[in-house]
C-alpha cells in the first residue's frame, strides 16, 4: 500500500505572522550591545538557530562575538520577543489547513528553530497547546538551520521515513535543511523570501500563504 504524506512545519513566518517582531527583537539586542545591524540582513538570517544567525552576521560584519555576549543577546531577543507576543497572530488559512490535516489523518509536526518559550507564544496564536501536538523546538537538537536536525528529529517524532515527509517553510533556510535530508520542501512567501530564492534553495513548489496551500493541498499530497 502506498505511504501517506506526512507533513513538517516551519513556524515563524509559516504558520504564524511573526518574522517582523523576530526581527525587531534582534534589532534591539544588537542595539543594546552597540553592534550596528541594518534590519533587513537580519531578516535575512531569520530562520537560522539564533546562534548560527549570530555567527554568520558575525563574519559578514567583521565583528568578533564572544560566547559570552553571544548568550546575552538570546536572551535579550528572548525578553524583547515576549513584549511582542500581542501582535504575533496566526497566518491566514493556518489554523483551518492543520485542521484539514488533522481530520483527513495526515501526521504533521511542528519543527521550530526557536526555543520552548518562543514556541509556546507562537502556539498560542494558533489557538494549539504545546503538550497536545508533536513539536520539536530548538532545545531538542544538537543544531539549528540549515543542517537537517530538526527536521529528522520531527520525522522520528511522527515515526515516518523522512523521505516522505513535506517540509513547508518560508525561508531558504527551510529548503536547504530539507534538501539536506532527503524531505521534499514547499515554500512559502509569507516570510518575506520571494519564489526564485524559495526555488533555487529546493522548494519543489512555492505557495502565498497557509490559505493558498490549503487550497492547492491535492498538487503535492499523496493519499494512499
Not at 41 to 50: A, L, Q
Amino acid at each position: 500500500m502506498p505511504s501517506r504524506t506526512s507533513f513538517i512545519f516551519d513556524l515563524d513566518g509559516t504558520l504564524t505572522d511573526s518574522v517582523y517582531q523576530n526581527v525587531s527583537a534582534w534589532k534591539e539586542a544588537l542595539d543594546s550591545e552597540q553592534i550596528p545591524l541594518a534590519m533587513w540582513r537580519i531578516h535575512r538570517k531569520i530562520g537560522m538557530s539564533g546562534g548560527l544567525m549570530l555567527k554568520s552576521l558575525s563574519r559578514e560584519t567583521g565583528l568578533s562575538i564572544s560566547a559570552e555576549q553571544a548568550q546575552r543577546l538570546s536572551e535579550k531577543h528572548a525578553k524583547a520577543y515576549d513584549r511582542l507576543k500581542g501582535q504575533i497572530i496566526a497566518l491566514p488559512g493556518a489554523v483551518e489547513l492543520l485542521e484539514s490535516l488533522s481530520q483527513d489523518k495526515f501526521k504533521w509536526c511542528i519543527a521550530s528553530s526557536g526555543g520552548v518559550d518562543t514556541v509556546k507564544i507562537n502556539l498560542k496564536a494558533l489557538n494549539l497547546d504545546f503538550d497536545d501536538i508533536n513539536v520539536i523546538s530548538r532545545d531538542d537538537v544538537k543544531y539549528g538551520k540549515p543542517d537537517p536536525d530538526l527536521f529528522l528529529a520531527a520525522a522520528h517524532k511522527m515515526d515516518v521515513p523522512i523521505e516522505e515527509c513535506l517540509v513547508i517553510g518560508d525561508a531558504i533556510w527551510d529548503m536547504l535543511a530539507a534538501r539536506r535530508c532527503k524531505a521534499t520542501g514547499i515554500g512559502l512567501l509569507s516570510g518575506g523570501y520571494d519564489i526564485g530564492e524559495l526555488e533555487r534553495a529546493g522548494a519543489l513548489r512555492v505557495y502565498e500563504d497557509p490559505l493558498d496551500l490549503l487550497n492547492h493541498l491535492d498538487e503535492i499530497a499523496s493519499r494512499p
